[in-house]
């Protein structure tokens, strides 16, 4: 009998809570922050990208638990956790990850970075003169922006906006009566201050840069004198605060969606506060005063040793020009059939004698923009559509789009406005597009739009033809430079036709009954990649084998889940690498022991999802948008493409996959406690790693 989503789960059935697993994740974010093999500015990168992946993981996933706690929702997780038992569980994990983070910027990052030559300074640290310049800033640049505000009966306690720095000042006046006054740091200015550049010569006969900075809240402790004037600071204590930034919007028209997600931008200021960060000596009555007023509760304190907002050491790394510090400069390539264009017109004729598969970020973003610019100047382009999920500023693809448009073409534009971080960024590409002529569709009723596909419609003397590019990823030049992704450029009828198909569902109203080639969800995405599983266990107990290989995000669907253990169970080998969440857990005798997963973090973003089944021999791949979370199965417009050249599939399957496999440098297995463990060489074994191994064979 065929399985279905909403099936009870039998009593063996074992899954992993979705929030730790995700902190999980955090912690290999971390775990590369420590590894001393990585450059040391590299570290410092990774420690600020996890401080920040923090944030949203309070904005988002805390605020949705802390909300179903206050509404008394008797929601239990998959695992059979309430909302309040899984609160208490992430506060004690986070509280624990705090405190290895600060150690590692105190007690090693930091050092190490000073004997480098890169400097972090806390402002009693710095020379005379570098102190006069510090002050010298603050006095005309920061002083004019500052507004402290005192808290008493004529002022309110004032709003604290979300992932903004402040300082709980208490003040004292001549008759020795105590104030409070609350001084935010302005977010419009660098979070760290360049006071100090110069060159120095090693003994090997090289020069390198030395860099200094100081924290820009320290400068203004140092000052704050200059902003109460007649009155003594008795004492100063940073805080930060994180609100609930997840909004959900019913479904509007689409001025209106518009205009209501406009209004979800500016709520994120001003939702409820689900965390602040208080240094550990901040006292009690302040920590009291700040509770009462802030409406939260003493757990929502989260006590640090060291300056709040870890992730703001980004500029650290962006500002200090140390290649030296840094991974080694990458520099993508072109494909080879790319490599023998001649002009901008042979695009087309290239992609009708081949398919052509792009790696990014090992293979160039550039074939991607420049087969938009073809299309937008070639005078037999008639139309192009294409879905924008996220593209960033100033993005060449969104240019040429908009040049297309001005041209006269017909160009009709799929822009997901509810990506969550990046609406503000896609409302105002959408009404730009909009100016220029474009048809723009603000996604689908009730469902986000986060398919990567591009389609141009050319017309070749009496025919029309059809070309396509299609993606696991974003249409950001930006992120591809660092996002691991995979792309395809393609005339095959059936996808042409499919996606075709496709548009005219997303813009008009047409529901088609299936797709030729592409799986496609919310429609049948789901239903059929059980079909592929379960043609794996028929094989595998007719005696032909079984095996998958999938490579994701995260994989937290339950049924999904019980799908793979299915097959594990029925003798298929299952080979799952991913990323950041994972809810099953492999190993487990009788239900998973079949099962392996592995997660692979490292100098690029793990971000492609590629489905390998091995049918029989008559092996099938497949690449997507779609994680295998509920939310992208029911709840998004996900496209799952498959790939036919056997040049590709080899690639795909030996190369990619097989090589994350065999990954003993930035690969973790997860045991069957649901814990990762790195994998540790043996001596004499050769050293692999996948994203090494793909950069020196792209070039």
């Known amino acids: 009998m065929k399985k279905k989503a909403g099936d009870p789960l039998p009593e063996t059935f074992r899954i992993l809570n979705r929030e730790l697993s995700l902190l999980d994740f955090q912690v290999r974010v971390l775990e590369e922050a420590a590894d001393a093999r990585n450059p040391l500015l590299e570290r410092l990168k990774f420690l600020a990208i996890f401080a920040s992946n923090m944030d949203e993981f309070f904005m988002i996933r805390v605020s949705g638990l802390k909300r179903l706690e206050a509404a008394g929702v008797q929601y239990l997780s998959p695992d059979g956790l309430s909302a309040r038992e899984q609160l208490r569980l992430i506060r004690k994990r986070v509280l624990k990850l705090h405190e290895q983070a600060h150690h590692l910027y105190r007690d090693e990052l930091k050092p190490k970075l000073d004997d480098a030559g890169v400097h972090i300074l806390n402002y009693g640290k710095l020379t005379k003169s570098q102190r006069q310049k510090a002050d010298a800033y603050f006095s005309q640049t920061v002083f004019p922006i500052l507004t402290p505000l005192v808290l008493d009966s004529a002022h309110p306690f004032p709003h604290i906006s979300n992932l903004s720095l402040n300082f709980a000042i208490i003040i004292k006046g001549p008759k020795g009566k105590e104030k409070f006054a609350r001084l935010k740091v302005p977010a419009t200015l660098p979070p760290l201050l360049s006071i100090k550049r110069t060159t120095a010569t090693r003994q090997d006969g090289t020069t390198v840069r ?3 900075f100081v924290w820009l809240d320290q400068v203004i402790v140092a000052n704050l004198s200059a902003l109460f004037p007649g009155m003594e600071v008795v004492e100063s204590h940073p805080f930060r605060v994180i609100r609930d930034a997840d909004t959900e919007l019913l479904d509007l028209e689409a001025s209106d969606l518009v205009q209501a997600m406009q209004r979800t931008i500016k709520h994120r200021k001003f939702g409820s506060v689900v965390k602040v960060e208080i240094h550990e000596q901040m006292p ?3 920590r009291k005063l700040l509770v009462e007023n802030l409406g939260v509760k003493k757990t929502d304190l989260y006590e640090i040793r060291g300056t709040p907002g870890m992730d703001r050491l980004q500029l650290v790394y962006k500002e200090t020009d140390r290649a030296d510090l840094k991974y080694t400069h990458y520099e993508p390539s072109l494909p080879a059939p790319w490599r023998k264009l001649q002009s901008p017109g042979d695009i087309f004729n290239l992609i009708k004698q081949q398919d052509i598969l792009l790696h990014h970020p090992y293979d160039s973003f550039a074939p991607v923009v420049e087969f938009l610019q073809a299309a937008a100047r070639d005078p037999d382009v008639l139309a192009i559509k294409q879905t924008l999920y996220r593209v960033g500023q100033n993005s060449p693809v969104v240019g040429a789009l908009l040049e297309a448009a001005e041209r006269g ?3 009709a534009v799929v822009v997901e406005i509810k990506a969550r971080f990046d609406e503000e960024n896609n409302i105002s590409w959408a009404k730009e597009l909009e100016r220029a002529g474009a048809h723009v569709i603000y996604g ?4 986000k739009t986060h398919c990567k596909t591009c389609l141009v419609v050319r017309q070749e003397g009496a025919d029309i033809q059809r070309y396509l590019h299609i993606a696991t990823g974003n249409y950001n030049s ?3 430079e660092a996002y691991e992704d995979i792309g395809l450029f393609t005339c095959e009828e059936a996808l042409v036709a499919d996606v075709s198909n496709l548009f005219n569902t997303l813009t008009g109203y047409s529901r088609l009954p299936g797709y030729q080639g592409l799986m496609v969800a919310p429609l049948k995405l789901r239903e059929q990649l059980v079909t592929l599983i379960d043609k794996e266990i028929r094989n595998a107990k007719e005696g032909l084998g079984g095996h998958i290989i999938i490579k994701v995000n995260a994989l937290t669907d339950p049924a999904m889940i019980r799908s793979f253990y299915d097959a594990s169970s029925a003798g298929v080998k299952v080979d ?8 099953l857990v492999p190993g487990v005798p009788r239900l998973s022991e079949n099962i392996r997963v ?7 973003l793990e971000h492609s999802r590629v489905f390998y089944f091995h049918n029989a021999g008559q092996e099938r791949v497949f690449l997507g948008s779609a994680d295998l979370m509920t939310r992208n199965l029911d709840r998004r417009v996900e496209v799952v493409f498959p790939v036919s050249d056997p ?8 190369e990619v996959l097989e090589t994350c496999l065999q990954d003993n440098q930035s690969a973790r297995d997860m045991d069957s406690d649901g814990g990762f463990l790195r994998l540790i060489p043996v001596a004499g074994q050769q050293l692999i790693n996948v994203q090494q191994h793909l950069m020196r064979k792209a070039l």
């Open 444 to 447: 689908v009723e009730g469902l």
């Open 598 to 604: 592995i997660s692979v973090v490292g100098r690029f």
């Open 576 to 583: 799952l690498i991913v990323r950041g969440e994972c809810c």
């Open 409 to 411: 073409k017909q160009v």
């Open 210 to 212: 030395h860099h200094t």
């Open 647 to 654: 040049t590709h599939i080899r690639y795909l399957r030996d």
């Open 284 to 286: 009690n009555r302040i």
């Open 478 to 480: 930006v992120t591809a």
